[in-house]
């Protein structure tokens, strides 16, 4: 399973919220590019990055810090928050990204969602960001009527690879992930799915191994110090 630290950008720092709340923010960095060198040493081998400002406006305002990023690191990231165009898409991919989630426009543009995927395949990941079993939008600001399962179906039959399944009310919590969600999830489809929001221990980690998941992401505990992600590689890497 691969473990994908990430680096939440805000007013171009790394930040993280709690369950997305953009009023529960805590600075960890005012430098991204210094946390993702950190995380790159310490052994990670792909970085999540996710603008919270184009979380909510649409607009690509970390581009230039996510450039950054990808320029002073040699291991590939993957990029969140705000693709809702084509154009996103491609100024993306100019500056070397690996992999692009679309999060709002899987449900709000099927059009887009459709030429996004014939267009760059297994480039593009869906973002699911489910409450209370429903989908998430707008930077997690709207609750949608449609199903998180409903949405996995749809996305397989449209052949989406990879779906990135937050459940926004275990976000920051350090409660340990939704693992009854996200077994139905990895049950319905054949699609890689990545675990993220309360994973919080080994413990966490071990038993999203078990449930054969593809990977998972950290957040919050690897910035107040309850994992380590260098001894979690170190781990993963005894165990291969």
Known sequence: MI???????????????????YKQEQIYNDSPVEVALQWE???AEFIHVVDLDGAKTGEMTNLTTIEKIVNSVQIPVQVGGGIRSMQSLKNYQSIGIARM??????IDNKDFLREAVAAYGDKIAISIDARNGKVA????????????VDLVKELDLLGVKTIIYTDILKDGMLAGPNFEELEIINELTKQDIVASGG????????KLEQMDLYGGILGKALYNGSLSLAEL???ENDAR
């Open 233 to 235: 590689i170190k781990g």
């Open 101 to 106: 989630i679309i999060g709002t426009a899987a």
């Open 137 to 148: 939008t707008n930077g997690w600001l709207q609750t949608s009527e449609v199903l998180a």
């Open 3 to 21: 473990l994908f630290p990430a680096i939440d950008i805000r007013n171009g720092k790394c930040v993280r919220l709690t369950q997305g709340d």
């Open 41 to 43: 040493n310490e052994g």
């Open 199 to 206: 994973i919080s221990s080994t413990v966490d980690i071990r």
